[in-house]
């Protein structure tokens, strides 16, 4: 494997590698430019840690994601997974473009809902959900629940008896297979915590089907997330797709959602495969229709595919300003920088790696390696363990691509960080879609202390 960031004098093209940057940055003068947008400008306008979001870059993916469909023969769709990054405008964004909305919370739905999402196109998820998101989603009118364990059919059997309109429901099965990621990231082995085994479907689907209220009509998995080689997705889909047939065989005739999951491996470092977002979800597609061609008879369901990270991952572009530079002993620097691990933890929780550049300076000649480290309290605040970066100083603007997904939905207020605030480029415009966190925002939960003193 290629490892850059141990070497010194990274070449050019590596110090600008255009496929893990938004598609409308480019380089002039040096300068990193977002679609006409000088980005170190930006910055010292808006303020940092900031986050821009490339629409073009969006907009490219989701392409990339219809284009790959058309090789299913039958129906398909895009649910976007909302945990990767979620907001109301994104979500009126989203509801634009057609896409479908996986969410997973109270916090979720309501956001989707607020945004005036249609709840005909919002399917529900996780391995513990709330009756008060039971009930949230069935008033809502939600298009499906995917029932993740067996004892979810008697929470939803007892709002159908209060005379909730349950929403259709999907099985979440668990392929036990184990996806070649990061352990934290692997949803689909035998020890999973979520979704159900083909006993324990089978199991679910008879007493669905006995139940005159509840109706099954999906089948779900999805086994993980970052994932490069497709092997194991295909392995993944060849199991949904005979306990699909098996279900159908069975009786279970209102089945009519297949939905694979999402997962598809984003590089977010020259190190990483490079990968043609149309030509894997394509390759996906294709096997599923194989598949379905060998081994079910019955008419094409709906293809749902629920991608977030291969989604927005890219668009994101996170900014911060040097504050401090330190020179080791061993020749390597310390550049500590506005923002770590409140607005990103993944290098803490995956050992995720990233690259990064001066934005005021992108191409500029590497001085050697830096570690960039944020303000908190903890050895684990980095953003980057090694990078060969030109001569930095307070002040500059460093510029991290590949920032759009599981950053900000991750984000925390540790050692009281404000999050971000965060900008969409849509064609010349920039748009604000969240303002930067107060202090007041901190303070807004707390409540006045009783007159007894504590
Ligand atoms: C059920 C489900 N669907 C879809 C996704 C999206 O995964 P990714 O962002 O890797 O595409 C996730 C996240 O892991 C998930 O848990």
Redesign the pocket.
Known sequence: MRRYDDKVNTPRAIRFYRPIWPISAYIHRERLHLRGFDVAGLAARLGTPLYLYDGATFDHAVAAYRAGLRAWPGPSAISY?A??WFNRPFARVLARRGLHI?AVSEGELGVALAAGFPAGRIHV?GNNKSPTLARMAARAGVAAWVVDHPQELALLARLSDEGERIPDLWLRFTPALSAPTHPYRQ?GHRESKFGMSRDEILLAAEQIHKHPKLRLTGLHA?IG??IFDLDPMFEACDRLIALFAELRERGHASLRVLSP????GAPYHPDDPRLSLFQNVERIVRHCAATWARMAKAPHPTLLL?????LIARAGLALYTVGAVRMLENGRRIIAVDGGMADNVRPALYRARYTACAAAAALAQPLGPARIVGPLCESGDFLIDKIDLPPLSVGDILAIPMSG?YHLSMASNYNGALRPAVYWLHRDDLIPFQRRETIADLLARDLPLPLIAL
């Open positions: 997974a945990k990767a996986d998820h949803t999805h997330s970052q999951g999402g997962g598809l629920e991608p977030g990270r291969s997904a």
